[in-house]
């Protein structure tokens, strides 16, 4: 494991690098998007003319100004750029402006009228869903079904010695991404668009723009890094068609950069979804028959909503073998704010109903938690949660004996020395899949060059947000290639650069830039090898790529420049897909990594407020890439999902943001962070299995939830059946069980 | 978002300001530390439309011990009150509520007087002012005059000032020996505006008889508030648990918070309840000491 | 009343302008004299992205308007490295992984050398208090904590060689 610093660090602490929301062009526009009051209403009428005359005002656009298609979605265009009718939440976009100021085209905004006539607001899938509710789509109010039934479900449970029933509830999570959208749009002399704006995969950017702007895609070059985070929330379009038209309209680049709450208001949130999980257990402590409901609040409109329900599906069973498995999900349409890509993508939300599934069974038949997760769990050679041959590790049972041991450790569950608080441990595991799924294009690809300046450079269509890419890349393209990182030029995020690699999202990353390495070193070694023979007249053989240049007996023969001088450059490219099960099951995946997590909890008996003192994160995802990136993930992933089980809730009330910015919307501090924060890699693999470092931008995040809801019960015997936990419910429920009396003696108040 | 138009006016002289405020009438705002004010102002919360910036008035800015009595400038940094000294020797009460406020980055920057003068019922430096029984000096073109904490806070944000006057000084009382105190507070994530918090004032003879006491909870109210009965029910006791319960009747009698996203009302009487108890404890540990 | 003429020192650069008073010195810093090191997040002062150091104290430039810094001495992060030559603090960052998107990274420093000038050998606890004034969503702030406790402690050892 090589200790390898970012290549993007130096730029990042002296504040030299651009983000593309820091950019700014002369005679640069300031763009402002009006979005609904409403949550759910019909336009009767716009009328801009007072916004136009304001001095200082370049543009004011409707959906009268859009050229090409007037809706957007990565799969389903069904948002409209600009509302023409109805508006369907409150982050629907009716008009733009474009004006020489923020200020200008902000009272710009106030002076455009617009008419509505208000419809009745469907802020619930119960709602939504109620016969006779008015239609917010086409095709009604459901986006997605999904499910997945094995086995006889019904002559499992009948064979179960304890069944346990819950229903769980969680949140609407906020990416909370530092950076707010935004960029620059920039009308180019030759009648092109350059698009200076953060996304996760410039090339769908590009697609989806040229569909709303009539234009050829060619037209158009997304310039997509980097961003200050995106955790899958800049993965759909945000501000791209505002800033495009504006700046087309004006013939000027247009500036958009969100401010927080507008970012609050418009932008994805991860799906708030009730599931209801019904999973018997036998007396031998074997899992028989696992039966779930999920009901997802998708918001207005469609973005990734049903491949996240089909994620959630496809990950109700944990790593668990299960004999009989039902479950149904339904993704709802509703007026409230968009349900998106996030970090985990629906895997987070099943994993937290699963493993409190798994805590309350073993105790409703008192077998230790530990021991009916090792029964149960796969192994090697089972097949994946769909029925599907995935790529065989034994990643499963690996993290959870990573996890026992540190649990182990932990228990029993000790008095606190104070009395007045109370110390639990729980733990949970997950595997979770990465990739896009069967029956989905993933593409994957990257190009080697040896520049004319001697550079060697490795591009690839990925996006740089923090996680780490760049570092990635690096490592990857130094180890495979054997020379210096001073040797090599890493192209990424422009599309008129890079060749297209699929999207930065789904884990990918990694594990693609190391398959297209596979792919691209041979060649391209091979015609280094080959030139600098030719130059150099020594045989092919004894010559071998290192630092700096061509090796011979250990000395460097021929600097790159060297061999790059006065000839064309050496470029090698790769196509390729990400890979799938040879099974030919919807939306299943293929390269699964898994995760144990044990979490420790101090709760405060007369406030009930719950202080996460310990967490110990392992990791079955193949060879560690680059140790501080992986830590990086993992950690902040654990402190993302951390603020996910105890403050995080995007509130919404009649379709109305409540949080409406990061004063009422929390995320953890420093002072929530635990003390003990530990992340062990487990990184052994197959001595067959050829698909090298798996990515692991999602899995950190995804068990955290249930091993501190597990914690909880531990600490003061609350079954956490709904996120955030907030310390009212802890209060509640120990109050109501006596808990306070139990530690209560003599004297003073405690403190 | 960014705020609407204002005028803005950086007086050299106290009697500047106070001539410029009285021009403004109505329209004008003081703006010192404005870590209250500016947030507000950029949420379109607050659209003052003459602001009037006490920051050049330098000879507002200081800490004295005078007569046993503690006097703050109003535009003194909160973080220069937290890194005193003196601050800390002789009143303990108000150095830890200060570090409560905030985080250290509006510390260097938020002002005492500031505060006070926004009066949010859960900050810190009001409670801690009622607690310690201060008052404030308020200065108009025509007089200065003083008003006790109890009667400063009027209801939610309000104060006894008038559109014309500016708080120039904090006094504090300080404390006798064989006192104690404790500020304490509960906020979802450190640092952000408390649910509740409490503070408490006690001073005890060798005997453990507690001879005067103030306690005061914010966040319950629509104005910091002391809990007079506090002073009735322990004065002349050793604290104990029966004492403590009956003082946490009439907190309960006394307080009407209010339910939003963060707390219900429920939780918040609770809290209030938890930390009477326990500022009541520290105090009482610290004045026996 | 329009506009203002300020002169603020940023970095040791006078900057003359012109400012209507209601812009903020973030707005300023970043937009009029183009350092966009310094980051705006959530505009009232929760997130701390957009700290500088004003007058030798760490403050929200989210929270001052420019006009208030009219003869004042302001630094930014473009001001901490001189010659190219990053600060140890810099360094450190980077050495220990304490940062990664970097938005936020900017204003973290800021407060950090600040506090260190003034504090130079705090306590974990004080460390913690201090980075409390800021939201990090990457990190989940322990290679921050290192980068900073490296600091202190080749600081140390620096004054005692």
């Not at chain 1, 929330?233 to 068609?241: A, R, T």
């Not at chain 1, 034994?394 to 608080?421: H, I």
């Not at chain 2, 001073?203 to 914010?218: P, Q, W």
Request: some cysteine; charged content about 20%.
């Amino acid at each position: 494991m090589a200790k390898k610093i970012r290549p993007d660090g130096k730029e990042k602490v002296t504040g030299r690098l651009k983000y593309l929301t820091d950019l700014a062009f002369s005679n640069m526009l300031y763009g402002k998007i009006l979005r609904s009051p409403y949550p759910h209403a019909r336009i009767l009428s716009i009328s801009t003319d007072k916004a136009r005359q304001l001095p200082g005002v370049q543009a004011v656009i409707t959906h009268k100004d859009v050229p090409g298609l007037n809706g957007f979605g990565i799969v389903t265009p069904d948002q409209p750029v600009l509302c023409k009718d109805i508006v369907r939440y409150v982050g629907d976009a009716v008009a733009a402006v474009a004006a020489d100021s923020v200020e200008t085209a902000t009272r710009a905004l106030e002076l455009i009228h617009v008419q509505y006539a208000p419809l009745p607001v469907l802020d619930s899938p119960e709602k939504a869903l109620e016969e006779g509710a008015p239609l917010l789509h086409p095709n009604g109010n459901v986006l997605h079904r999904a499910g997945f039934q094995k086995g006889d479900i019904e002559s499992e449970f009948a064979k179960c010695a304890a069944i346990v029933e819950e229903t769980y509830h969680v949140p609407r999570q906020l990416h909370a991404y530092m950076e707010t959208e935004g960029g620059v749009i920039v009308p180019e002399k030759d009648g092109s668009l350059t698009v200076y704006v953060g996304t996760q995969h410039g090339f769908k950017d590009r697609f989806q723009l040229a569909r709303i702007l009539g234009m050829p895609e060619e037209h158009i070059r997304v310039v997509s890094s980097p961003m200050g985070g995106s955790f899958g929330g800049k993965d759909e379009l945000n501000i791209q068609p505002y800033g495009a038209l504006l700046a087309l309209s004006t013939g000027k680049p247009v500036k958009i950069h969100q401010t927080r709450q507008e970012s609050i208001r418009s932008s994805i949130k991860r799906h708030p979804m009730k599931i209801t999980m019904k999973t018997g257990i036998d007396q031998d402590g074997r899992l028989r028959a696992h039966q779930t409901t999920i009901v997802a609040d998708t918001g207005a409109y469609a973005t990734l909503g049903p491949a996240i329900l089909d994620f959630a599906v496809e990950h109700t069973s944990g790593p668990y073998m299960i004999p009989a498995v039902d479950t149904k999900g339904i993704s709802v349409f509703t007026n409230n704010g968009v349900s998106g890509e996030f970090r985990g993508f629906g895997g987070n939300q099943v994993t937290f109903a699963l493993e409190g599934q798994i805590d309350r069974l073993a105790a409703a038949i008192g077998m230790d938690s530990v021991e009916m997760r090792r029964l149960n769990i796969r192994r090697e050679h089972d097949l994946g949660p769909l029925g599907q041959q995935i790529a065989e590790t034994n990643g499963a049972l690996d993290v959870l004996q990573s996890a026992a041991a540190v649990y182990a450790e932990k228990k029993p569950s000790s008095q606190n020395q104070d009395r007045w608080k109370r110390t639990g441990t729980g733990m949970a595991i997950t595997m979770h899949g990465g990739g896009l799924g069967f029956g989905r294009m993933d593409p994957a690809g990257g190009r080697l060059s040896l520049k004319e300046d001697g550079k060697i450079e490795i591009s690839f269509g990925f996006e740089e947000a923090g996680q780490g890419i760049l570092a990635v890349i690096e490592t990857i393209t130094t180890e495979q290639l054997g020379c210096a990182k001073e040797d090599i030029s890493i192209m990424i995020g422009d599309t008129s650069l890079v060749p297209s690699s699929g999207s930065t999202t789904a884990s990918r990353g990694t594990s693609m830039v190391w398959h297209s390495l596979q792919r691209l070193k041979k060649p391209f070694l091979q015609k280094l090898l080959t030139r600098a023979a030719r130059k150099t007249g020594t045989k092919e053989g004894q010559l071998s790529i290192g630092p700096g240049g061509i090796w011979e007996n250990g000395e460097c023969r021929l600097s790159f420049r060297e061999l790059a001088s006065e000839q064309a450059p050496i470029v090698i490219s790769t196509q390729f897909d990400f890979p799938v099960s040879p099974d030919p099951i919807d939306s299943a995946h293929f390269l699964y990594t898994y995760s144990g997590v044990v979490a420790q909890v101090e709760v405060d008996l007369l406030t009930g407020r719950i202080n996460v003192t310990e967490l110990h994160q392992s990791l079955s995802a193949g060879p560690v890439v680059n140790e501080m990136g992986y830590l990086g993930q993992i950690e902040g992933g654990g402190v993302m999902a951390l603020g996910y089980t105890l403050m995080e809730d995007v509130i919404m009330a009649d379709g109305h943001y409540v949080t409406e910015n990061l004063d009422s919307y929390l995320i953890p501090g420093i002072k929530d962070v635990p003390f003990n924060l530990q992340v062990k890699a487990v990184e052994s693999l197959p001595a067959e299995d050829d698909y090298g470092p798996r990515g692991v931008g999602e899995i950190g995040t995804i068990a955290v939830a249930p091993a501190i809801a597990n914690a909880i019960y531990d600490a003061v015997g609350l079954r956490v059946s709904q996120l955030p936990v907030k310390p009212e419910t802890v209060l509640k429920s120990t109050e109501e069980r006596g808990v306070l009396h139990g530690s209560q003696s003599s004297n003073s108040g405690g403190n | 978002m960014k705020p609407p138009k204002f005028e803005y006016y950086k007086p050299a002289t106290l009697e500047e300001a106070l001539n410029l405020l009285e021009e403004a009438g109505d329209d004008g705002k003081i703006i010192a530390g404005g870590q209250s004010l500016v947030p507000i102002m950029n949420m379109r919360l607050a659209s003052p439309k003459c602001l009037i910036d006490i920051n050049g008035l330098e000879e507002l800015s200081y800490i004295k011990n005078e007569d046993n009595t503690l006097k703050i400038g109003t535009l003194t940094r909160q973080s220069d009150v937290e890194q005193s000294e003196m601050v800390a020797n002789v009143c303990g009460l108000l150095a830890e509520a200060i570090t409560q406020i905030g985080h250290v980055q509006t510390r260097n920057r938020g002002t005492i007087g500031g505060s006070i003068v926004h009066a949010d019922p859960s900050a810190e430096l009001p409670l801690a002012l009622l607690t310690l029984n201060g008052s404030v000096q308020i200065t108009s073109k025509d007089e200065v005059r003083t008003v006790a904490a109890e009667d400063f806070f009027i209801t939610y944000l309000t104060t006894d000032i008038m559109p014309t006057e500016v708080l120039t000084e904090v006094t504090i009382p300080l404390m006798e020996e064989k006192s104690g105190y404790s500020f304490q507070e509960v906020a979802r994530r450190h640092g952000d505006f408390a649910l509740v918090a409490a503070a408490c004032h006690m001073t005890v003879d060798d005997e453990g008889i507690i001879t005067a006491v103030r306690l005061a909870l914010g966040g319950v109210e629509a104005i910091p508030l002391l809990i007079g009965d506090a002073e009735d029910i322990l004065t002349g006791e050793q604290l104990s648990d029966l004492l403590m319960e009956q003082v946490t009747e009439s907190v309960e009698m006394e307080s009407d918070p209010e339910s939003d996203l963060h707390a219900s009302s429920e939780y918040r009487m609770h809290l209030a309840k938890v930390l009477t108890k326990r500022v009541l404890t520290q105090a009482y540990e610290r004045a026996r000491g | 009343m329009g506009k203002h003429e300020i002169e603020v020192t940023i970095n040791g650069k006078v900057y003359q302008e012109e400012v209507e008073p209601r812009m903020l010195l973030s707005d300023f810093v970043r937009d009029v004299c183009g350092l966009t090191g310094t980051h705006v997040g959530c505009e009232h002062g929760v997130c701390g992205a957009c700290t500088i150091n004003v007058n030798g104290s760490a403050v929200r430039s989210c929270l001052m308007f420019a006009i208030q810094a009219d003869g004042q001495q302001v630094q930014t992060v473009e001001g901490l490295t001189s010659n190219h030559e990053l600060t140890d603090l810099q360094k450190n960052f980077i050495e220990c992984h304490g940062l990664q998107c970097g938005f936020c990274t900017a204003g973290i420093l800021m407060s950090t050398e600040d506090y260190l000038e003034k504090n130079p050998n705090p306590s974990s606890k004080e460390i913690k208090e201090m980075l409390s004034g800021h939201l990090c969503r990457c990190t989940g702030y322990d290679g921050i904590v290192k980068a900073i406790e490296k600091t202190i402690e080749e600081r140390n050892q620096s004054v005692l060689s």
